[in-house]
């Protein structure tokens, strides 16, 4: 259903009037966001606090404050980056922003000293590339941000080139010391973030098992478990901060690292075997002592100390844990079983020192080299594909640059005193959707005027001298970076609270900085939220995308499991947890779309109800490939030993589903694509009874005189996910089809299974 352009604009238009009516009607404008009490991070926050506040306090000690708050303002943005990333990641992230920052603080001081209106082309440029970086992740995007801000404060203190180097040289010498105060954490606290995130996602694992205990079952099979039933058709969370795994302290040793590692493994696979037993229904007698299980190896993990005594408390809790004879779900119990006692046993290990394999040792030399330049030249392929109008990262750059412009231009042709906080709000306030873009406008805005008044205040009662006001900007910069990840409501009443005291100890009255920070955050929140309806991208552009995405990984996870799963050859392991990741990936970048496209006018025929039952449908797809990928693991127990060679008749069978499935996910990802009703789905209920009659006793594989494909267990198993794969295949299509305008499919004359 592809729209004229100038129609699609009018639409546009319209629905951005109809969104603002109701907001300005119904109160929508003053929802601040959420406050993530949660994420305030104390240790990290008095880190980056010191690094900002030791330049003043060096600058007042030595007679030259101004030097001081150079590098306070090198210091105080690199604080911010220092909070994305886990360890070296996080180093890289600090070291490029404090290297870009001294750049662009060296053209926009010079800029302003030759012409106030060079500045224009300088702020097209950064910000342009500031919208454009956040295409190889959020830890970029933020460097990329800094650069552009840096530019544009810069800009306050015009500078000839000799005065404008010194002045970078303070900037970079800032955000580098911020560099210094990271690694030190390293050795300060050991192992913390690691610990801390698998204590997490055990801990989830544990509450998720807890649940589907007490989960009333949904449908009588469910509730005698003769039969996988509908009663858990969530997915197991998935709450580890992986970074801070596969990125770890580089001051651990190298043995507790890869035990790490081997213990977020090892999680995946409790995952898996979880959500098998799940599909069952409460299976108490099983879930309950292994939710306490879960619970004791995240009790281990958090203190950090004694894993061999607990270690062997727990192996004693796992092998009380007894399986009921002839259970339908018995084959996954014991799966879950043997992860446990897997997990148990790295934990004992933990205790160990350099006792056991070694793992990889890190790149060196020659090899380290080679690395650096391919990521290199992936990140610049990267950034030239997105270049442009084509993408989504690519309009977004576009549309930053020519506000941020105007913004420039505004603060040039009035002459407005600090003029350039026009240009810094643009910054901060656009971002790439529209309910961001009108949060953050409206957490500026409001952040500023409460933080104007706090600023105005502290300058006011503390006359006793610049020390005091040096160590007010401490604790105030210390508490917003606190705030942060909180709401950006707060950060920005502490950072306004910060600009005016640090004005203040430049000899700038508070009353005359506070006035001109409301007026160039009022222009420049205004500026934001204008460009943004003037040229806005609506988020259901890119989920029709996204959505397409999802169904197509989730095919080729299930397919390759399928595949895998009539094969005697041991499964290739890593294949199937890369495709695992990348259909994880895949659903969270859906489920995230469906949440932004609620936060939008609705632009049929893609609406967020619609993107909501798609996003059911695939996660219901999730949960039953972890539960194929359990029996997979379940007929491969020995990971190098070969399992029994099935009929090929049955492979044959298998097969042919598994290029349906294949088929069906082209054609859902091409409706969506094109948002047109799909066509000539492929027969997978006749597939899918031809499978039946192969891999049962009462079908051809007894006419053939061949056994069955495993165990009666894992036959139903296979019978039973290929039927769920079948259904959720066709309620996908008739989703479309009733969205989207097609006419409902004939009935099919061969019965389900």
Known sequence: MSRDPRTALGAWFRSSRRMLVAELSHGGWLNFGPFRWDAVDVPRAVRAGIGMV????????????????????????????????????????????????????????????????????????????????????????????????????????????????????????????????????????????????????????????????????????????????????????????????????????????????????????????????????????????????????????????????????????????????????????????????????????????????????????RRRWSIWRAKVRSAAENLTAAAGTETEAGRHALRLAVVAGIGEIIAQASGLPHGYWIVLTALIVLRPDYASTIFRGVQRAAGTVVGAGLGLATALLLHVGPGVLVAVVGVTMTVSYAVFAVNYLLFAVFLTDFVVTLLALLGQTAEQTVVARLIGTGIGAALALIGYLAWPSWEGESAQQKLARLFETQAQFCSLLLRAYVRPDPPDRGAIAAAARTARRARTDAEASADRLADEPPQPPLTARLAYGLTGIGRRLAHVSLTLNAALESTHPGRDRPAAQPPDHAVKAVDEFADGVDAAARVIAGSLRSLRPPADMPPLRELQSALYQEVTDDGQAAAHGAPPLGTADLDTVLVSVTDEYTDAFATAADVLRQRLGGEPPPPSNVAGS
């Open 54 to 365: 030791t330049p003043l306090a060096i600058g007042l000690a030595t007679g030259h404050l101004e030097y001081g708050v150079f590098a306070a303002l090198g210091a105080q943005p690199a604080g911010i980056v220092s909070f994305q990333g886990a360890s070296r990641t996080r180093l890289s992230a600090v070291t490029l922003a404090a290297l870009g920052m001294a750049v662009s603080t060296w053209i926009g001081g010079v800029a302003a000293w030759t012409s106030g209106w060079l500045l224009f082309p300088a702020v097209l440029v950064f910000s342009y590339l500031a919208g454009l970086l956040a295409v190889l992740g959020q830890r970029f995007g933020v460097v990329g941000l800094q650069w552009a801000i840096q530019l544009v404060i810069a800009s306050a203190i015009p500078l000839a080139p000799g005065d404008a180097l010194v002045r970078a040289g303070l900037v970079l010498a800032g955000g580098l010391w911020q560099g210094v105060l990271v690694i030190a954490s390293w050795a300060v606290i050991r192992s913390g973030r690691e610990r801390a995130s698998l204590e997490t996602g055990y801990r989830a694992l544990a509450r998720y098992a807890e649940d589907a205990c007490r989960r009333p079952p949904e449908s009588p099979a469910a509730a005698t478990g003769s039969a996988p039933g509908a009663a858990a058709t969530s997915v197991p969370p998935l709450t580890f901060d992986t970074a801070a795994i596969a990125d770890p302290n580089p001051l651990l040793r190298a043995q507790e690292r890869y035990r790490f590692l081997l213990l977020l493994e090892q999680a995946e696979r409790i995952r898996v075997s979880l959500a098998a037993v799940a599909r069952y229904g409460s299976q108490c007698e099983l879930l309950e002592p292994v939710s306490r299980v879960l619970d004791g190896l995240a009790d281990a993990l958090d203190a950090a100390r004694d894993h061999a005594r607990r270690a062997a408390e727990l192996e004693q809790m796992v092998a009380a844990i007894q399986l009921p004879a002839g259970a339908p779900w018995r084959w996954a119990g014991a799966t879950l079983l043997g992860e446990l006692r897997g997990a148990v046993r790295i934990l004992r290990r933990l205790d160990e020192r350099d006792v056991g394999p070694t793992p990889d040792p890190p790149p060196t030399g």
